[in-house]
């Protein structure tokens, strides 16, 4: 399914370019949490992370904490974060792999965070980390 972000990456509609290689398009959010809000994008179009192929991954690997530095100089902010949304249920609204990098200037502005940690179980935790060693081989 095609999504705003191909448009983007076709030249359909404009945006404010900031970095493009051979898999790697970024360019600024349309609807920052702060000064220097830029999405990183692959030019390989799937939906979600882990269908991401590893070259457009190494790709985007290679080049997010460069983008980040920039992001960092331009911003004045030694603090921020890196968001990657999949799914709706987990605030996806387009459907295109994006990386956020997001200025944290202060608490006002920036990436809000709930955090409801648990407690992690010795003998679950055993079981699980062995169920995705499982996945992996
Ligand atoms: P997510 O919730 O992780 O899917 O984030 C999608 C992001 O895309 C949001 O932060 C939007 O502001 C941003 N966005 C949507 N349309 C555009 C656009 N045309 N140009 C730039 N950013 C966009």
């Given at each position: ?21 051979d ?18 994008i ?28 920039a ?7 030694e ?10 249920r ?33 003998t ?14």
């Amino acid at each position: 399914m095609s999504t705003i972000f191909d448009k983007i990456l076709g030249g359909e509609i404009p945006c404010h370019k900031v970095y493009e290689d051979d898999h790697v398009f970024a360019f600024l959010d349309i609807g920052p949490l702060s000064t220097g809000h830029t999405l990183v994008i692959p030019k390989e179009r799937k939906a979600k992370l882990h269908e991401l192929s590893d070259d457009a991954s190494a790709a985007i690997g290679r080049v997010l904490p460069r983008l980040a530095r920039a992001v960092m100089k331009v911003s004045g902010c030694e603090d921020y974060n890196i968001l990657q949304n999949n799914g709706a249920r987990a605030h996806q609204a387009v459907f295109h792999v994006h990386f956020h990098i997001i200025p944290k200037p202060n608490e006002a502005s920036g990436l809000g965070i709930r955090w409801p940690a648990g407690s992690l179980d010795g003998t679950a935790g055993a079981a699980l980390a062995q169920s995705l060693r499982d996945a992996l081989a």
